[in-house]
């Protein structure tokens, strides 16, 4: 099973800030990686897939990069609506697995 | 628009067992695998178990296997999700899921469900 870590469990930052969340992978998930925003009370929401690829309706502040097995998640200048939950995801095999996700806070 | 609809989940005791449906609508179903993937009070996801879009090739996590069985009824448009021998670990909210390309079991997940949820508990 490809284990997933991210880090920091929780970051705090202030509105207009860049917030930058790393993910790793036990071993090589090439650039089969997606990135999910949770909010409270809200089903997880795609934001991003194959490592890079903004999902559809995605604000450009959001961008992922990196392949194997780090990856990171940056948005450019947090606004209010972007403090939530984010989980990095493989699904280059099976189970597939999330990371335990990251608190992105004021 | 897509839309997945779960239901089905409910308090049950140790040892008894429950179905887990989602309704969809919005696209066509028998060209899409599905998932089951669930989340844990206050924690993270755990992916459950895929469907094929044919319905003739499953897979699950070795969490469920053996006790939970994925199947779906494509004149229906509903997937489902047989539990047994239900413990107070799998007290979970349910999501089903849908991949974004057609024909693909391992893909990533474009639309989700609301969830529904199971408790286990005595």
């Known amino acids: 099973e490809t284990v997933m870590t991210q880090s920091p469990a929780t970051l705090s930052v202030s509105p207009g800030e860049r917030a930058t969340l790393s993910c790793r992978a036990s071993?090589?998930?090439?650039?089969?990686l997606a990135w999910y925003q949770q909010k409270p009370g809200q089903a997880p929401r795609l934001l991003i897939s194959?490592?890079?690829t903004r999902a559809a309706g995605i604000p450009a502040r959001f961008s992922g990069s990196g392949s194997g097995t780090e990856f990171t998640l940056t948005i450019s200048s947090l606004q209010s609506e972007d403090f939530a939950v984010y989980y990095c995801?493989?699904?280059?095999?099976?189970?597939?697995?999330f990371g335990p996700g990251t608190k992105v806070d004021i | 628009q897509v839309q997945l609809v779960e239901s089905g989940g409910d308090m049950v005791q140790p040892g008894r067992s429950l179905r887990l449906s989602c309704e969809v609508s919005g696209f066509t179903f028998s060209t899409f695998a599905m998932h089951w993937v669930r989340q844990l009070p206050g924690t993270g996801l755990e992916w459950l178990a895929v469907?094929?879009?044919?319905?003739?090739?499953?897979t699950y996590s070795d969490s469920v296997k053996g006790r939970f069985t994925v199947s779906r009824d494509n004149s229906r448009n509903t997937l489902y999700l047989q539990m047994n021998s239900l413990r107070p670990e799998d007290t979970a909210l349910y999501y089903c899921?849908?991949?974004?390309?057609?024909?693909?079991?391992?893909?990533?997940?474009?639309?989700w469900g609301q969830g529904t949820l199971v408790i286990v508990s005595s």
């Open positions: 899921v849908r991949v974004h390309r057609e024909w693909m079991l391992r893909d990533y997940f474009d639309n």
């Open positions: 071993q090589s998930v090439s650039i089969n």
């Open positions: 194959g490592a890079s």
């Open positions: 469907m094929s879009a044919d319905g003739f090739s499953q």
């Open positions: 995801q493989q699904y280059n095999d099976w189970p597939f697995t």
